[in-house]
């Protein structure tokens, strides 16, 4: 298998009849998945998709997602799945960079993102209906074609999928996975977790975030079932597992904040074989307390990037001894440890996380240098490497005397919040648009359910008083307005004025410094809701 559509057809194969996916009580089994992907990637070839071309799907997780993703495998085509919580300023965005000469999204969503260069496709359109502001082909009615042909369009270092993931610097980046960059994780994964065939595998992330693709392309590498859902109520989640008989589910560290506090029964107890964690930290706390709820069940503390999909794991049986460890290397990849000259820290010194190996991605869509900051040649005198393209993580490590890995911070200001990577520039563009606004700094402060909490530092125009309020509840309204939820501000500040570093930027560490601290300066608090 090199190609992601393989990882699906061989075990069609095999055993046509197994559940590939299952949603909302109805399964879709290997074979029929993989008929109505090849009905649909006929249809789209007739619709102008072609190698190369970007498809991209706006859609909560559902079977439609998956379909899409294997019939652009098929036609050596993109697959570009846009996180459903974003606003249409972000989605619009991704249709700038990208270019897709499709856009499949649910009908109910047809009047809120327009891009006149992409062809619309509607999911969910009743029969007869009238059609939106622009005419939109229903979904449903693309799979009459007679199957595509099993002619590979693509080589596994051809490009399958791009994944938006915010930057330092302002709108979310592509990140360009190749089909061996997907084949290879499922493999990698499926292999250290242990899955088998009689797995069913909870995708409950979205599946435009890494990790939650990987929940199915694992199920897929083995031939498991992958259920699909939405995570939005606790409650619903853990009903979810009762009814499934879930063995398996990932999540980032807020989902288990949540679900922590729930009653596990004892049929989830029995079923549920491992839990992941990424995105973040359990703290020590929260890992007790799911400890306790799952004594049977194995924890894996995991930590990746976009851009190299998977990097480290810390194995269940170290859970005590290493506590607050990401682990060591996933099987077949090298994780080092360097300072800014290249050379290899020694044993609990800190330096950036390096990722090589065949998960490190083809680089960011449309962004040469970006690519080149992020994805560089290794130094020379590494006398045990090649010159080879790494991935420079921006994570700051170190190791201890074992060689186990722990987190230390960022350097590229990014963060880190429920999981998700948030630009603090991309939250800044927003607030500064609210009138009343004259500049704004955005920075993470340290939550320990979020990871980090986003806090904005206004400074208002004219002399703060009874206008103060109602500038802080129009930017909170225009945020909740523009923003996903998971990038909108907990906190507004009023401040005098923000401190500036020799270089005339914003100095976001002495701000966060002072907002944690309740220092007067270099702010002057006036009004924290």
Not at 10 to 25: D, F, H, N
Not at 26 to 32: H, I, K, P, R, T
Not at 183 to 200: E, F, K, S, W
Request: proline fraction near 6%; hydrophobic fraction near 45%; charge should be neutral.
């Amino acid at each position: 298998m090199t190609l992601w559509h393989e990882l699906l057809d061989s075990t069609a194969a095999r055993c046509p009849e197994l559940p590939a996916l299952r949603y909302r009580g109805s399964d879709l089994s290997y074979a029929q998945l993989q008929d109505r992907s090849r009905r649909l990637a006929a249809a789209f070839a007739e619709l102008g998709v072609a190698r190369g071309a970007r498809v991209m799907a706006y859609l909560h997780n559902r079977p439609a997602l998956l379909e899409i993703a294997l019939a652009c495998s098929r036609l050596g085509a993109i697959f570009v799945p846009a996180n459903p919580a974003m606003r249409a300023r972000q989605v619009e965005h991704l249709l700038r960079d990208c270019s897709p000469v499709l856009l499949v999204n649910s009908y109910l969503r047809d009047e809120v993102v327009q891009d006149p260069s992409a062809r619309l496709v509607s999911c969910d359109m009743p029969s007869g209906t009238a059609a939106p502001r622009r005419a939109a082909l229903n979904y449903d009615e693309l799979f009459g074609a007679a199957p595509l042909a099993d002619t590979p369009a693509a080589i596994e270092q051809d490009a399958a999928a791009i994944l938006y993931t915010s930057g330092s610097t302002g709108m979310p980046k592509g990140v360009v996975l190749s089909h061996g960059n997907i084949v290879a994780g499922a493999r990698i994964v499926a292999g250290y977790l242990g899955n088998v065939r009689q797995d069913r595998i909870l995708a409950a992330l979205p599946l435009s975030f890494d990790y939650g693709l990987s929940q199915v392309t694992t199920a897929w590498s083995v031939g498991a079932c992958a259920v699909l859902t939405s995570y939005t109520l606790a409650g619903a989640l853990m009903q979810e597992l009762v009814t499934e008989r879930i063995t398996a589910l990932a999540g980032v560290p807020t989902m288990w904040a949540h679900l922590a506090n729930l009653d596990w029964p004892a049929s989830v107890q029995a079923s549920l074989r491992y839990i992941t964690n990424s995105g973040g930290a359990l703290s020590p706390a929260l890992l007790r307390t799911l400890r306790s709820r799952l004594p049977r069940t194995s924890i894996y503390c995991m930590y990746g990037l976009t851009e190299a999909f998977r990097s480290t794991y810390l194995d269940p049986a170290e859970l005590d001894s290493r506590a607050g460890s990401i682990g060591k290397a996933i099987p077949t990849q090298e994780v080092l440890v360097l300072r800014p000259d290249g050379s290899e820290c020694a044993p609990g010194e800190t330096g950036e996380l390096v990722h090589r190996g065949s998960l490190v991605a083809l680089g960011y869509w449309n962004r040469p240098e970006a690519t080149a900051r992020r994805f560089r040649p290794l130094q020379l005198h590494h006398a045990k490497v090649r010159d080879e393209i790494a991935v420079w993580s921006g994570d700051q490590v170190r190791t201890d005397a074992d060689g186990f890995l722990y987190f230390v911070g960022r350097t590229d200001g990014l963060i880190k919040t429920s999981g998700y990577r948030v630009s603090p520039a991309e939250v800044e563009e927003v607030v500064s648009e609210v009138q009343g606004v004259v500049e704004c700094c955005v920075v993470g402060l340290a939550d320990p359910v979020l990871g980090q909490r986003i806090v904005v530092a206004i400074v208002a125009d004219g002399e703060p008083g009874a206008g103060a309020q109602r500038l802080v509840e129009r930017a909170q309204q225009y945020c909740q307005m523009q923003l996903p939820a998971y990038m909108i501000p907990g906190e507004f500040r009023l401040v005098a004025s923000i401190e500036r570093n020799m270089n005339g930027k914003h100095d976001r560490a002495a701000l966060a410094r002072a907002l944690a601290n309740g220092a007067e300066p270099p702010c002057e608090f006036l009004l924290a809701p």
